[in-house]
């Protein structure tokens, strides 16, 4: 199947800075975006989520962005703290006539923040 | 709401037996449960869909025999590794569905299965 790929594989900031993180997806027919925070030895923790009627949607500290021209979605995290240190997967979902939809992961993003 | 669990979250097992995994949905009914598998540094690969009363649906190349998933009630699914090796340690990780949630998953803290 299609599939979700990462421009950058690891991201290293300094605390207090803010963060982009970066998905590419490939499925046109995908109409749910989701963010997840997976720490280490942990399931996947929802982040945010955007559908594809939007282009932008914010949460606390995080902004995810969705350009559908490019199939490029992005997540931003404002003021990066050290407990922002996990691995980010972006996920799309393509319901294919199902109730439910399937999600594709994308690779992941290491983002380490240092104090 | 909508917690998820799974048990055990550890399991140790001799190559050739068999492991079970328990995924519960623990303050709603799920209509709908998926199992991934995670090999180290690596993302998540949808191994099978179930609904609660039918079989199954599996992934291209997810061997079903050996992957067994039942979905008895609207609150558990489990998957069974049958005849375990080692190249089947991994994270293994459930999510559930419920109607009328738009498509959202939820997911369940996950089983490292270790095989010797």
Same mark, same amino acid.
């Given at each position: 199947g299609e599939s979700v790929g990462l421009h950058l594989p690891t991201l290293s900031v300094q605390e207090g800075d803010n963060s982009i993180i970066n998905c590419a997806y490939s499925? !046109?027919? !995908?109409d749910y975006f989701i963010w997840y925070k997976q720490e280490s030895g942990k399931g996947p923790q929802f982040i945010i989520d955007i559908r594809s009627n939007m282009d932008k949607r914010q949460g606390q500290r995080v902004t995810v962005l969705l350009n559908k021209t490019v199939k490029h979605l992005s997540l931003q995290i404002a003021a990066t703290q050290p407990g922002d240190s996990a691995v980010y997967f972006c996920a799309e979902n393509w319901a294919g006539g199902t109730s439910y939809g399937k999600l594709t992961f994308g690779q992941g993003t290491i983002l380490t923040v240092h104090p | 709401g909508a917690v998820v669990s799974q048990h055990p979250s550890r399991v140790i097992c001799k190559s050739g037996t068999s492991v079970k995994i328990e995924c519960r949905s623990l303050d709603f009914q799920a209509t709908t449960m998926f199992w991934y598998r995670q090999f180290p540094k690596q993302s998540l690969m949808l191994m099978a869909t179930s609904n609660e009363g039918s079989k199954a649906t599996y992934e291209q190349g997810v061997e079903k025999d050996k992957f067994l998933i039942n979905?008895?009630?609207?609150t558990l699914s489990t998957l069974t590794v049958t005849s375990a090796h080692p190249e089947d340690s991994s994270f293994y990780i459930c999510s559930a569905h419920t109607s009328g949630s738009y498509n959202e998953q939820f997911f369940g803290p996950g089983t490292r299965l270790t095989v010797l």
């Open positions: 499925n !046109s027919a !995908s | 979905h008895a009630s609207l």
